[in-house]
């Protein structure tokens, strides 16, 4: 798309939608929202730029290999911090009983591991989407060859 | 609290965990991928063991996870059912993907062979989670990612077979889901539980009140659980995508995901269905007509195959149908007969997927009618294939004569003796069509591509020798693990 | 005590060692035989006591006083075959040959249901892979079949003892409670009862020679024992025997081939057994279970030469063996052969039934048994005839006028089986009393008193007459057609029914596809149908109007057309009269063509024939293409289906949601 | 009638969410288009979630967030979060259908089931 309105109206567009995106992200524990919502309006924004300028473009910005690493990292997280409070001596998951620090409730520092848990779901959702967006617009580009 | 209490969890877990490190190991170090899968696997087997040793010494327990009681939170329901379960996914699993260590570049390209340990880890995780959850959408959450992994490990072959058979099983699968999804939506919106145990006690009450609603949850699991589980008229997924799947997927999706659901299936109908109310609803006999269609013409569809591997997976339309016909009978000793099989069945079908796997890796040859004289040139492979056979029978000595013992011992203490000849009948049926392929295996002149098979790796040979050697032991030894299915059978039916 | 453990690894071991080993097993096996008849007390014994545990009951033996007596003939009869083998047999036949003599006694001595089912399993297959052996195309279709029929019967036996259990709740064998025709049934496959008998034919003539004489003691005698040990007597289970005795002699009679002659035999003489069990009384299990030892001793005795005939000369055929005439080149068999001839001729006797032979004791016990039993009387006396008809038959072809080149000498130890086999005939005939340890009912073994004695000489006799008197038709041979064979009538259209159900099932599966496919398109050329009506009726409103001024104009055409028609009629009546001329001609013509044509019609006729014929069979091909295109070809996988397969899950959905619904209304 | 009228317009929810499931099944069924299909599951998806949010829905309810000093009735939050978990699953098995078909277009250059057997030769049925 080699449209010069789209390409200006998306570059002014894409840092509102990111910091939008992580804003929802990290506030996933005390409003509507979260890791996944927030992780697909984070995507939404890289999408965005890949389509509004090109692919390469895009993969510039951030690599097939880096979404997917990050793909994996985010799913680690989850699962490390579950596994985390089974050795800080409680139930899987466990929260406040694992120590984790409760903060203030309405803070953003609140919620124990739940914040840390909702960023790496975050980071799976947007690079997943990524991921899956990349892989489709190549498997395109593959059958056009 | 010491590690082994958060086991529940840890077998869940663990192979979780490590399926999403498997991309990154995959990218820095390939040769580590297939070691740690293994170790996984061998953790999940010891901590199943574990579990069931605990569970025979000390009676069923509850994890609750996050340390949030039911209402509220998620729970694992360890009982014997569960651990059985456990105990066969990971016991099986584990040899599968042995051999799937030399089978698998052989059949797939380098690059997904990571991925390929990630899918097989997330489809152990969501087994061995289905069989432990005590809870509702975390089942549902389960049987999706079951799914997921499921078709993905078919299509990763990227023949176009595979994708073709992976987009219909996805599809249905998805359909599927859809229903069990809506089922769980009429049963939350009358009950307001999504816990078993809670479910269990309220529904009772609700059915007098909100019996249509409770109908068509019921209806819609049992369309929703049965188009997995492959039972009869819903089972044209199947012989596509196992036929087409490399064979430890075709092995390890025949063996043991097909009856998960059905797991899924008894689970839901002796613990959170009231028995009387299933007593009412003719939820059991409408599920014992439809295992015997899927007995019977199961075993006609599979007479008829040439391929050595829809064979099989014709084969297994009507083995699931024992596992149904033992739910649908509700007897002790048919149920014993059902849940042994879930585990026979396992055993001996991995092992046929297996075998049949090693003809195609060694010779290539997939029809049957060609593969006459593999048994005199290759004797390991044809002889588990051949004890895997016997077992389909039902012969004395292999592990499957006791479940079809306990079946038919079943249907009558039921009464129902036409479902004892049901289970002959197709012994005779499987006799029929296995028969012929060991006789004319072994005492065949072998002929082309057959007559100088390539070398089979000796980690495949001994794969089929374990699992060879353990339906012979479970067929003279049965009470290893017919203690563990009689408890559970006893606990389902409340006796 | 009788379960001894068995060398599956002899194929594997060398060959000095094999025999060695083999030698040594034959000797234990004849010691056991001996010990037990010697009548000492055998202890019960117990494996696996595990099974017990879990609801069933464990392996266990126990020495029940008909087993004895058919333990001693599995043990001592299987020794002799397999000393028979020993030189020629192939080691895997050897090995299986004792595992199938182990699971025979494993049978006899069961003392619950659960080791007999076990064992006869065993039996079954080792059986099935003995045939298999021999690795011919043909064997191996043998083989096949008689181990789907064997495993019919097993599953029959297996849900025989399921009922039984359910009714008692103890595994021992005895009189079933339940499931009675089960077990008849199970049986009958094994006793091979009249319309189940067809696996004898099968099974014994396909082998390998040595293996045909273990076999030929093994599967039908564990079915006469069950019969005796297990069902119930029934006048109708004596006359299955007595019918079976005349059938299996008639067969008999008909075969050319000497291991088909003495299978059908079988059949005959397990006839006498069945007779005997099912009569019981003293007698009639004493002379039963004794004649179940003779028949196997003599019987082995006789496929014994027959082998040594079929390894000597080549063929076992009567038919080839008479075929060298008076070809004074060729010596007669016996010459060559003349231990196995000499076998042959003491076997002859005694399952003739002639006096100082065993097959007279337990014969003479047996037509004791059946006095006055009816029917079954009369036939098992026919049936004595003609197997001194057959066996006349056996010798006289085989041995006396059959002439062969010897190829190759009949080993040393086939000889000692033969001498072997045949003394203890003779000693078990002299001296009965030699069993009457475990003889069941302990019997009195008195049987050389005159009238016995004049009785079998006189079907001797009556047999030695009809032989000579049929000498020339038996020489010949009779094949009876292919569809009066068992197989042909019942189980061939039993098994290719079965098989084309699947295939037409299957081929449903696909159909069901096709028609939904199908019902859609109908679906929507029905609907474009529709918009096409809408359309035509538009057409033909605004048709209507050009076809009303076309009208019009057509009708002053005519108008003008008509005044054209009568100048033209005038030239056409002057044409006709040209014709009439010219038709007188034609007519002469005519006459002389008719001729020719009458020639060609009857050239026609034949070509009609020929095309009718054509027509016939192509309508046969038409009709086989039919039956092939209805068997269809295995559904192939395929994507597009999945509307349907979607489809048939909203039915089912439909059909639960109703089911439910409609059963639980009342609630 | 009315009185069934009001009826449906209290359970609208519900009611729609079946004739969406409806919609969506009949978009799966009659498609040849794999798309399209897919369509169709999304479709059918959507439907099941609409229900199950629907089922915690109290009239006139707010969000559940806490809040200082609010007597308000919330709605159920239970149905959304499990139904945000349902989203992801299917948004998962979308993206892997279609990835699926892409691959089949690759191998055939059609997204027609009709067409693919057609192009596979063989029987087409």
Known sequence: MEDIIVRYISRIIVPFVQLYGLYVILHGHLSPGGG?????????????????????????????????????????????????????????????????????????????????????????????????????????????? | MSAAAHLPALTVVVPLFFAYLMPLLARWRKSWCAAT???????????????????????????????????????????????????????????????????LPHELKEGVLGWYYTLYLLLMASMLGMALTNDLFNLFVFVEICAIASCAIISIKESRECVEAAFKYLVLSAVGSGCLLLAIALIYMVTGHLNFTFLAATLPGVMAVYPKNILAALALLMVGLGVKAALFPLHVWLPDAHSSAPSPSSAVLSGLVIKIYAVAMIKLLYKVFPATFAGMAPVMAMLLWMSTLAIIIGSMFAIVQEDIKKMLAYSSIAQIGYVFLGVGLASHNALLGGILHIFNHAMMKAMLFLAAGAFIYATGVRKLSQLKGIGVTMPVPAGAFAIGAMAMVGIPVTNGFWSKWYLALGALDAGKPLFAAVVLVSSLLNGIYYLPIIVNAFFSKPEGAVAKPGRLPAVMTGTLVVLGAGCIIFGIFPSLVLGLVSRATRLLLGL | ?????????????????????????????????????????????????????????????????????????????????????????????????????????????????????????????????????????????????????????????????????????????????????????????????????????????????????????????????????????????????????????????????????LSYHIISQVGYMVAGAGVAGYYGIDGSMLHVVNHMLYKALLFMSAGSVLLAAGTENLHDLGH?????????????????????????????????????????????????????????????VGTVVSFCKFCYFGFIKGRAHIKRDITFTMKAAIILASASCIVLGVYPYLVKNILPYHSKLTVYNPAGIITALQFLGMGLVAFFALNKVLERGIKPPAWMSMEYLFYGPIYRTVFRCCRIVSKLDRDL??????????????????????????????????????LAERAEQFDSALDDAYGKSGELAKKLAGKAAEFDDALDNAYEKSGDVAKKLAGKAAELDGALDGMYEKSGSHSRSLWDRLRGRPTDWNIKNLNFDSFLMALMLGLFLFILIYYTRNI | MTDTLLRLHQNSYYFFSIVLFIIGFHTMLTHNNLIKKIIGMNIMDTSIFLFFVAIGYVRGGRAPILEPGAGHAYINPLPSALILTGIVVAVSVTAYALSLVVKLYRHYGTIDAEEIMRLRGGETL
């Not at chain 3, 298999?132 to 029929?149: C, D, E, S, V, W």
């Not at chain 3, 149908?529 to 605004?542: I, K, M, V």
């Open chain 3, 324 to 384: 060298h005439g008076e070809d004074r080149h060729v010596p007669p068999v016996w010459r060559g052969l003349p231990i196995a001839a000499l076998g042959a001729l003491i076997g002859a006797l005694a399952i003739s039934g002639v006096p100082p032979f065993n097959g007279y004791v337990s014969k003479y016990l047996l037509k004791k048994a059946m006095y006055g039993a009816g029917p079954a009387e009369k036939m098992l006396m026919f049936a004595s």
């Open chain 3, 513 to 550: 596809d096709h028609i939904y496919e199908m019902s859609g398109k109908s679906g929507s050329i029905l609907v474009s149908f529709t918009q096409r009506f809408d359309g035509a009726l538009n057409d033909a409103y605004e048709k209507s109007g050009g076809m009303a001024r076309r």
């Open chain 1, 36 to 145: 996944f919502s927030g992780g697909a309006i984070f995507a939404a924004s890289m999408i965005l730029y890949a389509l509004s300028f090109n692919l390469s473009a895009g993969t510039k910005k951030l690599s097939h290999d880096v979404s997917s690493v990050l793909e994996s990292g985010g799913a680690l997280i989850f699962a490390g911090m579950g596994l985390l409070a089974v050795l800080l001596g409680t139930n899987f998951l466990g929260n406040r009983a694992a120590g984790f620090p409760l903060g203030i409730p309405g803070n953003l520092f609140s919620g124990g591991a739940i914040m840390v848990i909702t960023f790496g779901v975050g980071i799976k959702v947007a690079s997943t989407m990524i991921t899956l967006f990349y892989s489709l617009i190549e498997g395109e580009g593959h059958s056009h060859d």
């Open chain 3, 1 to 261: 005590m009788g379960c001894f453990v068995i060398a599956p690894f002899l194929p594997k071991v060398s060959e000095k060692l094999r025999r060695n080993v083999l030698v040594l097993m034959l000797c234990f096996m004849v010691l056991l035989a001996f010990y037990n008849l010697s009548g000492a007390e055998l202890r019960d014994f117990t494996v696996l006591k595990s099974l017990a545990e879990i609801g069933l009951a464990p392996l266990s033996f126990t020495a029940h006083p008909y087993a004895r007596m058919a333990v001693f003939g599995f043990l001592f009869v299987g020794a002799i075959a397999l000393l028979y083998g020993l030189q020629v047999a192939d080691p895997r036949e050897q090995a299986v040959s004792l595992v199938a003599v182990a699971s025979a006694v494993g049978i006899g001595f069961s003392a619950n249901f659960v080791s007999l089912f076990f064992f006869w399993e065993v039996l079954t297959f080792s059986v099935a892979i003995l045939i298999l052996l021999k690795q011919t195309p043909h064997a191996i279709n043998m083989g096949y079949r008689f181990m789907i029929f064997h495993v019919a019967g097993g599953l029959l036996l297996f849900l025989g003892i399921l009922q039984h259990y359910a009714a008692t709740g103890s595994f021992v064998v005895e009189k079933p409670a339940a499931g009675l025709i089960f077990f008849a049934l199970a049986i009958g496959f094994k006793a091979a009862f009249l319309p189940l008998h067809v696996w004898v034919a099968w099974g014994y003539p396909t082998a390998s020679f040595p293996t045909s004489v273990v076999l030929a003691g093994l599967t039908t005698k564990i079915g006469v024992y069950a019969v005796a040990r297990i069902l119930p007597p029934h006048p109708a289970i004596a006359l299955m025997g007595a019918s079976m005795a005349v059938f299996g002699i008639c067969c008999a009679l008909l075969q050319k081939d000497m291991r088909r002659l």
């Open chain 2, 37 to 103: 899968t293994l170790a996984v696997l061998a953790f999940t087997f010891f901590s199943s063991l574990y579990l069931a040793n605990r569970v025979m010494s000390s009676g069923p327990f509850v994890y609750h996870m996050g340390g949030w009681a039911p209402p509220w939170g998620i729970e694992f329901y360890v009982d014997y059912l569960a651990v059985f379960t456990a105990l066969t996914i990971s016991g099986i699993g584990l040899p599968v993907i042995v051999y799937g260590i030399k089978d």
